[in-house]
């Protein structure tokens, strides 16, 4: 890993945004744990997708399906005989790689080399490894009770098409979205917590009519790629990639992922793919239940087309954390600032008071009780000078830093400094609340 992501994954572990999963047994691999931190930004992530994608239009509907499915599911969606990575293994470490990871992978034996460039390694013919984990559902372990994990939260919104349209009276073009957890067995997991074999997927498949699926297929991808601009991330580190015919998955008839220039490199956040009717089509021959839509209106009858967003949330976060992360010069003085949205920001306000007399602690306090009424999560500190308490709180990104002092029992004001500008200014203590909210908003 780069320094930079090495300091990047060190400030999450000191901060608490995340921790190794079962760190004390010597850590699980690939699977990480959001601390108090990192819990918070994760849902405010999650919050603002389903706010954008659910919440603000009238044409998406949410709902959440079980992680467990119907393992025919899985056999109609292609996963049981598809869904699978080619896998390579060097005959003389006996150690395993995705075969098209190769180059971003290192030799155990000189990791300065990729895996097989050692004139002593070999590399084996790539054989296809399946992605799914498979489990057992009641208390016999036999075949008839396998079940698998779900690796994408897609073939619920399908399987549940007709009762969503049909509950919600929604007319196609509508969309479903869910938010949840998926499970890949993946071959090279890392970057932190880019690949990992758990993780949580923020995904919405919109149902069209076939021939207008090229349109809304523009439209979702303009719509998701300025979204992550709208939650700050920089847009010069954002690129469109489209696949090639040879390498678009068995069900898409278009292809694109939103990619975000890591410290490792240009990698995928969100993909945005054509699924056409596959899906569904599939479902109603595997089922042997229809899965027509009738259009209420001209009595037209049809398989929808499907266009899908989908994005990891943890992969979002890290790349809200790499764009965000500064290191900085103040007045002499080094600091490391997490430049975050302030609607993603874990905390938004710090309250201190500047000395621990004079009533200062007990006003800050009750401003503190204020905001916390106000459902705005604030953080109360009253150790150190003030410059540390401020370098604490940059660290971690919080936007607002409000101090009570001297002048604060004459005036009825305390003093706002900005993270970003580190501009100073006077609110009265009954405003500090609204002026937050109208911030944020
Ligand atoms: P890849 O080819 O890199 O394995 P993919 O193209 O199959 O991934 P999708 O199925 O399109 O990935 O997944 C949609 C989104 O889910 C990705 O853009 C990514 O943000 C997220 N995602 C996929 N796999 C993982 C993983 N193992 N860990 C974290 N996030 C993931």
Redesign the pocket.
Known sequence: MSDRMDRIVSLCKRKGFVFQSSEIYGGAASVWDYGPLGVELRRNVADAWWSAMVHARDDVEGMDAGILMHPRVWEASGHVGGFA?PLVECKTCKRRWRADHLDDSACPRKPSLTPGAHKECEIGEPRLFNLMFKTFMGPVEENAAVVYLRP?TAQGSYVNFLNVQQTSRQRVPFGIAQLGKAF?N?IT?GNF?????E?E?AEMQYFVEPGADDEWFEYWRDRRLAWHTEMGVRPEKLRLAEHGPDELAHYAKAAL?IEYEFPFGWQ????V?NRTDFDLSRHQEFSGKRLMYIDPGSSKRFVPYVVET???V???VLVLLVDAYREEEVAGENRVVLALHPRLAPVKAAVFPLVKKHGMPETAAKLHEALRRARIPSFYDQAGSIGRRYRRQDETGTPWCLTVDGQTSEDGCVTVRDRDTLAQERVGLDHVAAWIRERLE
Do not use: K
């Open positions: 990575d994408e890949r993946e997991p917590i880019f690949r990992t074999r993780f997927q992922d995928e956040l969100e993909g793919h989908a994005m990891g943890g992969r979002a």
